[in-house]
């Protein structure tokens, strides 16, 4: 059912679609990327998705992200094609796309010697399986996602996460892969908008919570019969409470671009300028050249809109040049704050059948309003 939402809501046709996709898409990369230490801001994740430079970020760091852009771009590319089929070298090029930056790291190829992964305290939290038998199962994986046992969807993406993660593959690089995995199965499995379905944001924003699963499940060495209950639990939260996210992201988005519609026609201002004041609503820094991106208008076009907005009182510039970027106004402030839901949403598992229907009931009434 909660797909069904979903798959009704976020509609291509609609307008505020690919802004929504597009942020979806940066915060996927800003979750996954941050869980191994390479921290940016949303607009620098913006700006990785949109191939411009950052303003913050440093150059390792952005190094990784712009990287696992490119391999998370081929997934939800390759997720279309028909002929797609399942393989050691998707893995080793996914591998070499993220990590390319870094010889050392041993991009695109299967790792040496003994590895052991360790925890914040540099103490071993788990030994993979030997380095010899890393091929093996490899191709026991690939075997795996290429057959579709009769399982569910999630399930199977969360499986195919878990075994990458814990055959550890790579000298480096195995939790953004296995995410990144998790997130092929479900675009290959038919997951309408895989930007909008991935959990990246969600594990991001719960990192420990992660670890202490991942570490529970593992249980300190590779056991492929070990029991998987907890770690297939703390996934379909992740699902569950990514996806109620969402639908209240596009019930915020759908209320401010009608406000905004209001604003717009109250200044004479040109339609394409909500883009702009949609990003700055969300507390987003507004940049010409990610504008005029969006916008698909010129450099000239897009400094001549920004500077109306500014005029007008919506947006205030900030800094100089080539580093100039704009933030919304206090009145685009207010207004995001008029169509702000509450976010706290409930563990799926701690609901029971009646709570469950009542806050589903709740939760309609809501998307119809």
């Keep these: 059912m909660l797909r069904e939402r979903l798959r009704n809501r976020v509609n291509q046709s609609r307008r505020w679609t690919g802004s929504l996709a597009r942020v979806a898409f940066a915060r996927n990369i800003q979750g996954s990327n941050s869980i191994e230490g390479y921290n940016v801001t949303v607009e620098d994740a913006i700006a990785a998705v949109e191939g411009e430079e950052p303003l913050d970020a440093k150059e390792e760091t952005w190094l990784a992200v712009t990287g696992y852009r490119k391999a998370m771009t081929y997934v939800l590319e390759r997720a279309k094609d028909e002929h797609f089929i399942y393989g050691a070298e998707v893995f080793r090029g996914l591998h070499f796309m ?25 103490e071993i939290v788990y030994e993979p399986p030997d380095v010899d038998s890393v091929p093996m199962l490899m191709d026991e994986l690939v075997d795996v996602l290429n057959q579709k046992p009769p399982v569910p969807m999630l399930v199977r993406a969360a499986m195919g996460h878990l075994n990458l993660a814990l055959i550890h593959p790579f000298a480096d690089g195995n939790g953004r892969m296995a995410r990144c995995l998790q997130t092929l199965v479900l675009a290959r499995d038919g997951m309408l908008a895989p930007e909008f379905s991935s959990i990246e944001e969600y594990i991001g924003r719960n990192r420990q919570a992660y670890y202490d699963v991942l570490q529970y499940t593992a249980a300190g060495h590779w056991q492929p019969h070990a029991e998987t209950r907890a770690w297939l639990r703390f996934c379909l939260t992740a699902h569950y409470r990514q996806a109620m996210t969402v639908l209240r992201r596009v019930r915020e988005i759908e209320r401010l671009w009608d406000e905004l519609d209001v604003l717009i026609r109250t200044h004479h201002l040109p339609d394409r300028t909500i883009m702009a004041l949609s990003d700055a609503s969300f507390g987003l820094h507004v940049r010409n050249s990610l504008y005029r991106a969006q916008a698909q208008i010129s450099d000239f076009v897009a400094s001549r809109d920004l500077k109306l907005l500014v005029e007008v009182g919506l947006l205030l510039p900030v800094g100089e040049r080539r580093g100039r970027y704009y933030r919304g106004a206090e009145g685009l402030q207010r207004i995001r704050l008029a169509v702000k839901e509450p976010t706290q949403i409930p563990d799926p598992f701690d609901l029971r059948s009646d709570e469950l229907n009542a806050f589903s009931n709740e939760q309609r009434q809501l998307s119809a309003q």
């Design 98 to 122: 993220m990590i390319d930056y870094d010889l050392s790291k041993r991009p695109g190829r299967w790792r040496q010697g003994v590895v052991f992964v360790r925890n914040e305290k540099d």
